[in-house]
T-cell receptor
Framework: DAGVIQSPRHEVTEMGQEVTLRCKPISGHDYLFWYRQTMMRGLELLIYFNNNVPIDDSGMPEDRFSAKMPNASFSTLKIQPSEPRDSAVYFC?????????????FGAGTRLSVL | GENVEQHPSTLSVQEGDSAVIKCTYSDSASNYFPWYKQELGKGPQLIIDIRSNVGEKKDQRIAVTLNKTAKHFSLHITETQPEDSAVYFCAASKGSARQLTFGSGTQLTVLP
């Protein structure tokens, strides 16, 4: 498998614009996690899904953030409207409770810059 | 919620020496403790993990120890090599979802 695939790798946008980050988890994995990494706050969990259903979104910073998982092979994280403080690296990770157990596999991340 | 503290934030060692990174956690219900390595421009990658029913685990040059009573766990890297240079994160989790709470990271530099 190619691993967790995130797109785009880099995104530069202007304040107020809508941003959509995409994630393709490893095939067969039943959990999907979205994390944000900043110098100030480190790696923090935003939201996670189990079998495409959002389970815990308590880490989502504001209503401007939303996430969906329409099927087992695709998830999006949307920010609308974007603000400069949203600039960060966003990671998606997936996990298979069956074969790999506890291990979360991370994608390469999307570096978001909001000007 | 869970709080994970990690020390030191930076660590420089000579090639061939050992490196030790320490973490403490606050939630006594946490029972899974992975360590991730993050290289520049890449996502975190698991290097070793330990569960609360085990006190120590070793994989070649890497070992992790866990003290449940004191609620701390440590990463030990022996015979360090320049390719070990990276940021290392500890994490703690509990429950079936295994959502992770990360430490703040340690920038390890191995000097040739």
């Amino acid at each position: 498998d190619a691993g967790v695939i995130q797109s785009p790798r880099h995104e530069v946008t202007e304040m107020g614009q809508e941003v959509t980050l995409r994630c393709k988890p490893i095939s067969g994995h039943d959990y999907l996690f979205w994390y944000r990494q900043t110098m100030m706050r480190g790696l923090e969990l935003l939201i996670y899904f189990n079998n495409n259903v959002p389970i815990d979104d308590s880490g989502m910073p504001e209503d401007r953030f939303s996430a969906k998982m329409p099927n087992a092979s695709f998830s999006t994280l949307k920010i609308q409207p974007s603000e400069p403080r949203d600039s960060a690296v966003y990671f998606c990770a997936s996990r298979d409770t069956g074969t790999s157990g506890d291990i979360q596999y991370f994608g390469a991340g999307t570096r978001l810059s909001v000007l | 919620g869970e709080n994970v503290e990690q020390h030191p934030s930076t660590l420089s060692v000579q090639e061939g020496d050992s490196a030790v990174i320490k973490c403490t956690y606050s939630d006594s219900a946490s029972n899974y403790f992975p360590w991730y390595k993050q290289e520049l421009g890449k996502g975190p990658q698991l290097i070793i993990d330990i569960r609360s029913n085990v006190g120590e685990k070793k994989d070649q040059r890497i070992a992790v120890t866990l003290n449940k009573t004191a609620k701390h766990f440590s990463l030990h890297i022996t015979e360090t090599q320049p390719e070990d240079s990276a940021v290392y994160f500890c994490a703690a989790s509990k429950g079936s979802a295994r959502q992770l709470t990360f430490g703040s990271g340690t920038q390890l530099t191995v000097l040739p």
